[in-house]
């Protein structure tokens, strides 16, 4: 409670609040798990952002300072926009922070809510994910297979390996998928069941 704040009376209201929309759907022992395993990676990856930067401020200071650009601190800049962007996929939809139009969405009860959700894994995001994950596997194997690097004079080798980044950023989401499977399913249908924690949240 902050200073000034009568006893019992809501905590004054954040600008920010009208902008954040968490769909409160149950956990489970498996999306617990599942969610916490993303949760780390997604903690973990959030620092490349500040390596990203420093090469940006390094990047532009040896360009307008010195008068020397460098063509691998370019694209080791859209490597790490890149590994960060795809990584951190799994982690928006974990903590259900991805871009909604909730124009009517934000007005529906919770099962109302459960079933867009269960529609939207079902019909839209798993199906996404799998013709991406289909088509990146020869798109991957054809880099490796020729030990693909830049064309540009300078530029980084092992340029499958960024690509290869699509592959593991579209199976954590699907990880990530199939926790916000679980919960909606327990939600709807009780199976699997809920953890005592939800219950009591």
């Given at each position: 409670m902050t200073e000034g704040t009568p006893s019992g009376a809501p905590e004054p209201h954040s600008d920010l609040d009208e902008f954040v929309h968490h769909t409160a759907l149950p956990q489970t022992r498996i999306s617990d798990a599942l969610d916490g395993f993303i949760r780390r990676i997604g903690d973990a990856i959030s620092w490349i952002w500040l390596v990203l930067v420093a090469i940006i401020v390094l990047n532009v200071t040896?360009?307008?300072?010195?008068?020397?650009?460098?063509?691998?601190?370019?694209?080791?800049?859209?490597?790490i926009y890149s590994f960060g962007f795809l990584l951190g996929l799994s982690y928006c939809l974990q903590a259900d922070d991805h871009v909604r139009v909730d124009v009517l969405y934000d007005r529906f009860?919770?099962?109302?809510?459960?079933?867009?959700?269960?529609?939207?894994?079902?019909?839209?995001?798993?199906?996404?994910?799998?013709?991406?994950?289909?088509?990146a596997i020869p798109f991957v194997t054809y880099s490796v297979s020729i030990n693909e690097v830049s064309e540009a004079p300078g530029g980084l080798p092992l340029r499958w390996v960024i690509k290869a980044v699509l592959l593991l950023g579209f199976g954590l989401l699907a990880v990530s998928a199939l926790s916000r499977l679980l919960r909606v399913t327990a939600c709807l249908f009780g199976v699997p069941s809920a953890t005592d924690r939800s219950r009591s949240e």
């Open positions: 040896m360009r307008y300072v010195f008068g020397e650009g460098r063509i691998e601190f370019e694209e080791i800049q859209w490597h009860s919770l099962k109302a809510k459960a079933w867009v959700e269960l529609c939207g894994i079902l019909f839209f995001l798993l199906p996404f994910i799998f013709l991406v994950v289909f088509y």
